[in-house]
């Protein structure tokens, strides 16, 4: 034994100096039981909760359904919009290098270059109408070609310029020769 085990038996009987008082205990263990707690109902089991959760199910399944049967209209405008953005794309990068070779052109003029400019400028506005008549209805396949084949006018006369004015270097410089 340690030597705590020995002053706890030699002092044991001032250890039970303090009793405890039974009547007291009860009174405190009676008084305890006679306490009412309120009456908690979970947040699930309250009426109006589960009304709540019964509209949000209800519209989840109305939206998936909506979207569901309504789907194949958006994804077919998502498919034309896609390809309309491609085409767009490309033309785009194909007329704007395109009208940088003429305005970087140095045989044509300044008045030469600023008709040509302003009448893409024509076209240009041509296709913003085009590209707004898209928006409002975007599977309408005409508009797609009026705006393919606006890209392609453009396409069109900036190679023809730029051929004449190829052809017009050729018979300026060539002088012929003379045997």
């Given at each position: 034994m340690d030597n705590f085990e020995k002053h706890i038996r030699e002092h044991a009987?001032?250890?039970?100096?303090?009793?405890?008082?039974?009547a007291k205990l009860w009174a405190n263990i009676s008084a305890e039981l006679?306490?009412?707690?309120?009456?908690?109902i979970p947040l699930?089991?309250?009426?109006?909760?589960r009304i709540a959760a019964s509209v949000v199910l209800l519209l989840g399944i109305a939206s998936f359904i909506g979207l569901t049967?309504?789907?194949e209209s958006?994804?077919?405008?998502?498919?034309?919009?896609?390809?309309l953005l491609e085409i767009d794309m490309h033309y785009k990068t194909l007329v704007s290098y395109q009208v940088k070779l003429v305005e970087k052109n140095p045989n044509l003029t300044e008045e030469d270059k600023t008709e040509f400019l302003s009448f893409m400028d024509e076209l240009d506005s041509e296709y913003d109408v085009l590209k707004m008549e898209m928006q409002k209805n975007l599977d309408n396949e005409q508009i797609l070609e009026a705006i393919v084949a606006n890209y392609k006018k453009r396409?069109?006369?900036?190679?023809?310029?730029?051929?004449?004015?190829n052809e017009s270097k050729k018979s300026d410089n060539d002088y012929g020769y003379t045997l």
């Open positions: 009987t001032l250890f039970d100096e303090h009793k405890a008082d039974r006679q306490k009412e707690e309120p009456k908690v699930w089991k309250r009426p109006m909760f049967v309504f789907g958006t994804t077919q405008t998502q498919y034309v919009s896609k390809e396409i069109e006369l900036i190679e023809n310029l730029l051929q004449q004015i």
